[in-house]
């Protein structure tokens, strides 16, 4: 069973930046799709980025720009960069991976393609 720890969040005024981090358990971590998702109160779970291998990646549209995904496999851990922060970011966000990053490369924004998820960390942006 994977494990997914996600730390990073915090409280952050609008303009400001934020890097998530996510470690992952698992010896498989090279081969793993990883993904963030996120949650605002009253929401449905929304994708906000994947990575795939090397540096494959895929964000939602209204993001690009804004936020980085990367993983580092010598660490089990993968990252997203959050830059000018805006208060509707505000959500709890999640971690998630698949243990295929072939299978997930065209599944990627849908939540339910993905085998494992993190408990969450909350990031609030206030304006």
């Known amino acids: 069973q994977e494990q997914l720890v996600e730390s990073g969040g915090g409280l952050v005024q609008a303009g400001g930046s934020l890097r998530l981090s996510c470690a992952a358990s698992g010896r498989a971590f090279n081969n793993y799709g990883m993904g963030w998702f996120r949650q605002a109160p009253g929401k449905e779970r929304e994708f906000v980025a994947a990575?795939?291998?090397?540096?494959?990646?895929r964000y939602a549209d209204s993001l690009k720009g804004r936020f980085t995904i990367s993983r580092d496999n010598t660490k089990n851990t993968v990252y997203l960069q959050m830059n000018s922060l805006r208060p509707e970011d505000t959500a709890i966000y999640y971690c998630?991976?698949?243990?295929?990053?072939?299978?997930?490369?065209?599944?990627?924004?849908?939540?339910?393609?993905?085998?494992?998820w993190g408990q969450g960390t909350q990031v609030t942006v206030s304006s």
């Open positions: 998630a991976a698949r243990s295929s990053a072939l299978a997930l490369f065209s599944l990627a924004g849908r939540s339910s393609a993905y085998d494992y």
């Open positions: 990575i795939f291998w090397g540096t494959a990646t």
